[in-house]
């Protein structure tokens, strides 16, 4: 199991290097709900500390992925009302006029604000990470891409990952920053 | 009133707080009917949580046209001035389309429904 610290008592210092992961991402980069009970401003707040300390931040590109199935869908459904019921409807739907150039702004624009703070961590993957990806994949509860948030981590020597997502705290040997109150119980 | 983010926040203006702090500024500026110049030379980074609270809530109380005119950004590079953009096309829609807000709520729920 992971150790799950609240990420509003983390004490930051400059030698710290952090993860993003694609959950703290968006809250941060994207302009959704401003008036939302959803919002997670514990998140911005500890990313402005460690900025502040000097602390390293980093995202990956597969998040950069990530961002933007959620965008789509959230464009999807601010368009008709409801979520996509199949993928057809959301093919059909990135084939309309304007949709697609649309989604990418908006993508473009919250990728340069995130690397306007924090690096870019070098996404590779070698030819024999399956038998890892496929042993995170039994051994946690993690979601089949983000084995390679991890495996990405765990290459560049960064230790913690800022996420909501309850997941990670089944991967060992990390170290989650959060204010999800599931995992700090 | 023309406010400086350098110095009031530093270079980097990245939180939800520090982004709030500024909005209630802005918002007694509006109230006053002043015109509120936010001046972003010297940032090096602003991002859409500490937009939200400055300017995007503002729709939420003020006519969007009064926001639009009185609430003025200078100094900004090209990709500050799309966030501020952004932010400001995204709130106006959210505060007036009871549909798109429950579409924005819903999908952020479902990112952090864990």
Request: proline share 4%; charged share 25%; net charge negative.
């Amino acid at each position: 199991m992971a150790q799950c610290v609240d990420i509003r008592r983390e004490r930051v210092s400059a030698s710290d290097r952090f993860l993003l992961d694609t959950n703290v991402a968006l809250d941060v980069g994207s302009p959704l709900g401003p008036a939302s009970p959803q919002r997670r401003p514990d998140y911005s707040a500890f990313i402005a500390r460690a900025v502040s300390a000097g602390a390293r931040l980093y995202v990956s590109m597969l998040s950069l992925c990530e961002m933007a199935h959620v965008l789509e869908r959230e464009a999807y459904r601010a368009h008709h009302g409801q979520p996509p019921a199949s993928q057809d409807e959301l093919k059909r739907f990135r084939r309309e006029s304007g949709v697609r150039e649309a989604a990418t702004a908006r993508l473009s624009n919250a990728w340069q604000q995130l690397t306007s703070f924090a690096e870019v961590l070098e996404a590779s993957v070698r030819p024999d990470d399956g038998t890892e990806i496929i042993t995170l994949l039994r051994e946690t509860h993690l979601d089949g891409y983000d084995p390679l948030l991890v495996l990405a981590a765990r290459r560049a020597g960064i230790a913690s990952v800022v996420t909501h997502d309850s997941d990670f705290a089944s991967v060992r040997d990390i170290i989650v920053l959060t204010a999800n109150r599931k995992m700090l119980l | 009133m023309t406010i400086s983010l350098r110095e009031q926040f530093g270079e980097f203006a990245l939180s939800a707080d520090q982004g709030r702090c500024l909005g209630e500024q802005v918002r007694e500026a509006l109230q006053g009917g002043e015109v509120s110049v936010l001046d972003f030379a010297g940032i090096r980074s602003v991002i859409s949580a500490f937009l939200n609270p400055a300017i995007g809530e503002l729709y939420g109380t003020f006519p969007a046209d009064v926001v639009d005119d009185r609430v003025r950004v200078i100094n900004a590079s090209p990709v500050q001035e799309q966030s501020v953009e952004l932010v400001r096309s995204n709130a106006r829609r959210y505060y007036h389309d009871p549909e798109f807000r429950r579409a924005q709520d819903a999908a952020l729920e479902e990112l952090f429904s864990d």
